[in-house]
């Protein structure tokens, strides 16, 4: 199994920032895509920022030139640089990674327990 734990989440004000963090561990055999996803209440999850193995990355439009998604393949860690947050950002916020446990099986989806960001005056 393809655990991930989330950290950095917190309580900040309007316009300042946090990092996430997003660990990987346990078995695997290889990272593809990693992700961020957030769920605000009584609203669906949806798509912050993905980065591929290439480390090409790619943006929600409401995000787009404030959040950064970074990866360290060395670490199985994946990052997101929040800046210039908003109230409207509040959510728990979810990792999710493409992984291999073994070189025989498929690629599958994993997902963390996600944390909580709250952005409030």
């Known amino acids: 199994q393809v655990q991930l734990v989330e950290s950095g989440g917190g309580l900040v004000q309007p316009g300042e920032s946090l990092r996430l963090s997003c660990a990987a561990s346990g078995r695997i055999f290889r990272i593809y895509a990693m992700r961020w996803h957030r769920q605000a209440p009584g609203k669906q999850r949806e798509l912050v920022a993905g980065i591929a193995t290439d480390g090409s990355t790619n943006y929600a439009d409401f995000v787009k030139g404030r959040f950064t998604i970074s990866r360290d393949n060395a670490k199985n860690t994946v990052y997101l640089q929040m800046n210039s947050l908003k109230p409207e950002d509040t959510a728990v916020y979810y990792c999710?990674?493409?992984?291999?446990?073994?070189?025989?099986?498929?690629?599958?989806?994993?997902w963390g327990q996600g944390t909580q960001v709250t952005v409030s005056s």
């Open positions: 999710n990674v493409d992984a291999q446990e073994r070189v025989t099986l498929p690629m599958r989806g994993y």
